[in-house]
């Protein structure tokens, strides 16, 4: 709409807002649309469809009249004003408008975000640390230790005692706060080992000593950055009665043992497989250590604003992904659903991170020209499939129907690009501690 007057206020390097005045003769031509419109469809009472007088629309339709005319000027006017200026919105507008007067300009605000110009620098000859990692045959003492604990059994605690670390008890407990009995800080039966830090910080801790039959009170206070917003900082009085007491059993490390295993025919390849899957997670950690710190530096070099629709888009996708891991875990979903809205604030430092971080990669790729051709989204495809032992075809439609092809093959970009920047950096090995 040409006849607009429009002018553009930068707020921020993500944020515009942009002011229009139209003339009155615009916005009666809207108008007389709109009530033509609404005539169209109004059924009034001693008049046909369509030929209702204005003067009776005005009296009952006003509003809806109003409202249509209103969103066509907005609508018209934003998108050519977004056109001519050469601004690509991320998110819908902002609008402030205070209506329509006989006779006057009607005047709107939209405010707006848009993607921040970002020049990349200081991606090259970057200097980086890098774990160096090693296997001891201490780690692999510990990794066979959890695997004797995962195929334990428990028997009756036999000695007159109190409980230990590493007993498995079976608990009644209720929660107050205030005095108030909390649903979710109540549980009948519930069976744990003591020291595994199941439970919420510090409550383990109070059952240490008791014995079977005890009831025992005492106060805890939830940590500020507890999942779950409404009872972090705040302090819980909990009432236990512990119901039993049981003791684990280690199996031993014998041939017996290696039966639980099909994979292996002695406890030499037990432990030579437990050593290499061992090195192997070291290696990942410190890949993982060595990309956290080169995307810390990136983000040092590079200073920008991000907007916040982009942060609450992947705040979103970190609570949808937590709510999954919860029901995955067996939570109720609804419970699930909650902590995982109580998680927001919790999450907004990591999402604006991950979204400052994508931005920059995916500018410093278009600098470079880095690609990912189709050819090499089905090699990974492929890898993927290898690695659960599905087929190509299953991996991939189930990627297609899921719509993530498109956002898989960014991410491979993103991996390309950190690629780019490591072949070029200075790595410095530094011993374990």
Do not use: C
């Not at 109540?186 to 830090?197: H, K, P, Q």
């Not at 982009?310 to 949808?320: G, H, S, T």
Request: charged share 35%; net charge negative; proline share 3%.
């Amino acid at each position: 709409m040409k006849t607009a007057e429009v002018r553009i206020e930068e707020i921020s390097s993500v944020r515009k807002k942009l002011s229009f005045e139209i003339p009155w003769e615009e916005v009666k031509k809207a108008l007389d649309r709109a009530y033509e419109s609404v005539g169209r469809k109004a059924r009034v009472k001693g008049f046909r469809p369509g030929k209702t007088p204005r003067r009776i629309l005005e009296t009952y339709f006003k509003d809806q009249a109003e409202g249509e005319a209103i969103t066509k000027l907005v609508n018209d006017t934003y998108v050519e004003a977004l056109r001519e200026n050469g601004i690509t919105a991320v998110a819908d507008p902002e609008i402030d408008q205070h209506g329509i007067e006989e006779n006057k300009s009607f005047s709107f605000e939209a405010t707006v975000e848009i993607e921040p110009i970002i020049d990349p620098r200081g991606y090259t000859e970057l200097t980086l640390e890098k774990r160096a990692v090693s296997v001891t045959d201490e780690d692999v003492d510990l990794r066979l230790q959890d695997l004797r604990s995962m195929y334990s059994s428990v028997k009756d605690l036999e000695e007159e005692r109190g409980v230990i670390s590493g007993d498995y008890v079976l608990v009644d407990f209720e929660g107050r706060i205030g005095g108030e009995l909390r649903k979710e800080l109540t549980e009948d039966n519930y069976g744990l080992t003591v020291g595994a830090g199941k439970l919420m910080p510090g409550f383990e801790e109070h059952l240490i000593g008791m014995k079977k039959g005890d009831s025992r009170e005492f106060t805890i206070p939830f940590p500020s950055d507890y999942p779950t917003k409404e009872l972090a900082g705040s302090e819980a009085t909990f009432r236990v009665l512990l119901k039993d007491i049981k003791v684990r059993v280690l199996t031993e490390l014998n041939e017996d043992f290696i039966k639980n295993f099909d994979q292996y025919d002695s406890l030499a390849a037990l432990r030579e497989d437990i050593r290499k899957s061992t090195q192997e997670q070291k290696e990942s950690e410190a890949r993982s250590g060595l990309r956290k710190s080169l995307v810390d530096k990136l983000l040092e070099n590079n200073l920008f604003e991000v907007p916040s629709a982009y942060v609450e888009r992947q705040i979103l996708n970190m609570m949808v992904d937590a709510q999954k891991r919860m029901v995955y875990g067996g939570m109720d979903p609804e419970q699930a659903a909650s902590m995982a809205v109580n998680l927001h604030d919790r999450f907004k430092e990591d999402a604006v991170r991950i979204v400052k971080s994508t931005l920059l990669l995916h500018k410093i790729a278009e600098k470079e020209s880095i690609q990912v051709d189709d050819a090499e989204v089905e090699e990974k495809l492929k890898e993927i499939g290898q690695r659960y032992r599905q087929n190509y075809e299953s991996i991939r439609q189930s990627y297609e129907q899921q719509n993530l092809l498109e956002s898989f093959k960014l991410k491979l970009l993103e991996e390309k690009t950190l690629d780019f920047i490591e072949s070029r950096a200075n790595i410095i090995m530094k011993k374990e501690a």
